[in-house]
Nanobody, 123 residues
Framework: QVQLVESGGGLVQAGGSLRLSCAAS????????MGWFRQAPGKEREFVGA????????YYTDFVKGRFTVSRDTAKNTVYLQMNSLKPEDTAVYYC????????????????WGQGTQVTVSS
């Protein structure tokens, strides 16, 4: 079992920044690829970015490339999502997730999920 708790969401103006944190507990953190997803009202949950379990390689969806950065601190069992140049369309509930099977952009490939944290970007 892995427990994930997100924090750091909030209200920010367009062009601003936020850093989300996801604290993991339970089974060995380093065994999992860690992903970030988001879900806006009325829309499906979508992939944002991920960091692999082995080499720390990062992956991003096109609409956040150059603006968002995923990182992990293995000593703290924490993964981060640094979000810069935020846009109103980034407004959503953001979730972190853990995948034992390795990197994927698919929701169904992730085994554990946090409760989500709201990010609201005002224009």
């Amino acid at each position: 079992q892995v427990q994930l708790v997100e924090s750091g969401g909030g209200l920010v103006q367009a062009g601003g920044s936020l850093r989300l944190s996801c604290a993991a507990s339970g089974r060995t953190f380093s065994m999992y690829t860690m992903g970030w997803f988001r879900q806006a009202p009325g829309k499906e949950r979508e992939f944002v970015g991920a960091i692999s379990r082995n080499d720390g390689f990062t992956y991003y969806t096109d609409f956040v490339k150059g603006r968002f950065t995923v990182s992990r601190d293995t000593a703290k069992n924490t993964v981060y999502l640094q979000m810069n140049s935020l846009k109103p369309e980034d407004t959503a509930v953001y979730y972190c997730a853990a995948a034992y099977s390795g990197y994927s952009r698919l929701v169904k490939e992730y085994d554990y999920w946090g409760q989500g944290t709201q990010v609201t970007v005002s224009s």
